[in-house]
């Protein structure tokens, strides 16, 4: 284990899946401290506020003595400068996340020479996961049981109640 390096992990994280969460673990295994660093992606459209988002990764990580949660804004690459740390982790659930991870980490890496990306895989029961799908889950009503963290799930019942389950126009 590299007890000096501190790393960050950036994402939307709208809402946190325990396919994120599985990477927090192991990054934070791996390094001596995980910094959470919740921002917008201006190329989605958010379902929870940032503050929202905030707070449901504090309460799941709340657990994990060395993983710090904050949010900021702006570009990343200046954010890392601000705070003087390079190193982001992302998570690589399959092929189809590469290119879009490929393009944003030689993005970053030309906003900044400093900054390198280093991917983790999560666990294969995870590679399915992602937060688009648990809303789409949870909007129709679907069990959300070891897909993500008890706070996320009450969470999406309260953003999306049940009532508009199976309700089929004739
Ligand atoms: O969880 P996501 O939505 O895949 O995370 C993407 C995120 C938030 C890390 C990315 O959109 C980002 O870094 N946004 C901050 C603005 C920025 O620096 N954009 C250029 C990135 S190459």
């Not at 001596?32 to 504090?58: G, M, P, W, Y």
């Not at 200046?78 to 991870?101: C, H, K, P, T």
């Not at 999560?122 to 688009?132: E, K, N």
């Amino acid at each position: 284990m590299n007890k000096e390096i501190f790393a960050v992990y950036p994402g939307s994280f709208d809402p946190l899946t325990n396919g994120h969460l599985d990477i927090i673990t192991r990054a934070s295994k791996l390094f001596s401290k995980i910094l959470i660093a919740v921002t917008d992606n201006c190329n989605k459209k958010h379902s929870f506020s940032l503050n929202e988002r905030l707070e449901l990764v504090q309460e799941s990580t709340k657990n994990l003595e060395n993983v710090k949660v904050v949010s900021f804004s702006g570009l990343l690459a200046d954010y890392l400068e601000q705070i003087n740390s390079f190193v982001l982790i992302r998570g690589l659930r399959a092929i189809s996340d590469f290119e879009y991870e490929f393009q944003m980490t030689l993005m970053n890496r030309t906003l900044n020479k400093k900054i390198e990306t280093i991917f983790l895989i999560p666990d294969q029961s995870y590679t399915f996961l992602s937060s688009s799908m648990i809303k789409e889950v949870a909007m129709l009503g679907g069990n959300m049981s070891g897909l993500v963290p008890k706070c996320v799930a009450e969470k999406l019942e309260e953003k999306f109640p049940k009532h508009i389950n199976n309700e089929y126009t004739k």
